[in-house]
């Protein structure tokens, strides 16, 4: 389940945080960022995509260049996003943090990317670091990162 949010530099948001529940209601006057909420929980799964360009082109029909904050000086933009997933065999959840920038540069990519994961009662695993293009991964069984 999703449960928290922030995102940077999309669209008309910037710098804004969300905490999610079981059930979540957006309410406010037009204009306000609804439905540009709603696209950004949207382009989180995108996110994992091959090629973030071809998805914005073919599926949502958006130009990168129309998606950063107007008003804003910087074209990156960033999510960060915190999920609490249950396991039957424990009370409490592991949370998998994930945080993206996208920046635009001769192709529109992933500029930073970083997953966690804390499983209940043990400190948090890095489980993949990427920076342009250096990644590391963690590889649970051998204990190490693999590059």
Not at 16 to 34: C, H
Not at 86 to 106: F, G
Request: no cysteine; hydrophobic share 35%; glycine share 4%.
């Amino acid at each position: 389940m999703l449960k928290k949010l922030t995102i940077h530099n999309f669209k008309s948001l910037d710098n804004v945080n969300f905490e999610f529940d079981t059930i979540n209601l957006f309410v406010g006057p037009n204009s306000s960022g609804k439905s540009t909420a709603l696209q950004a929980i949207e382009m989180l799964p995108s996110l994992l995509k091959p090629s973030i360009s071809d998805y914005l082109k073919d599926e949502k029909g958006w130009d990168y260049r129309d998606l950063p904050h107007k008003k804003s000086q910087r074209a990156m933009m960033a999510w960060k996003a915190e999920y609490h997933l249950r396991n039957a065999s424990s009370d409490q959840p592991t949370v998998y943090e994930y945080e993206v920038e996208l920046q635009p540069r001769r192709y529109f990519g992933v500029g930073k990317e970083l997953l966690r994961m804390t499983p209940p009662g043990r400190e948090p695993i890095l489980l993949v670091d990427r920076s342009g293009r250096q990644t590391r991964i963690w590889d649970e069984k051998a204990k190490e990162y693999r590059t």
